[in-house]
Nanobody, 114 residues
Framework: QVHVVESGGGLVQPGGSLRLSCAAS????????MGWYRQAPGKQRERVAF???????NYADSVKGRFTISRNNAQNTVYLQMNSLKPEDTAVYYC????????WGQGTQVTVSS
């Protein structure tokens, strides 16, 4: 069982930045593939960014050039740096760990509004 906990959400103005953090339990974190997903009201959950155990990254077209996913294996943490935020980025953001199973955090709210 892998426990995943997100933090760092909040209210930000359009054009602003936020950094989300995701802490995952377990001895073998470096072997986890990790991802960030989001779900806006009335919409399906979508994958925003993904980083493999080997450090290969992938982004949704809607966030390319604005969001950056990274990981610190020594701290069992993955980050999502979000810049140039737009109102349409408003959603609950979920962290996901893939290691012999699929594990989700409880989500953190990101609201982009003036």
């Amino acid at each position: 069982q892998v426990h995943v906990v997100e933090s760092g959400g909040g209210l930000v103005q359009p054009g602003g930045s936020l950094r989300l953090s995701c802490a995952a339990s377990g001895t073998f974190f470096s072997a986890y593939d990790m991802g960030w997903y989001r779900q806006a009201p009335g919409k399906q959950r979508e994958r925003v960014a993904f980083i493999t155990s080997g450090g290969v990254t992938n982004y949704a077209d809607s966030v390319k050039g604005r969001f950056t996913i990274s990981r610190n294996n020594a701290q069992n943490t993955v980050y999502l740096q979000m810049n140039s935020l737009k109102p349409e980025d408003t959603a609950v953001y979920y962290c996901h760990a893939d290691y012999g199973g699929r594990y989700w955090g409880q989500g953190t709210q990101v609201t982009v509004s003036s």
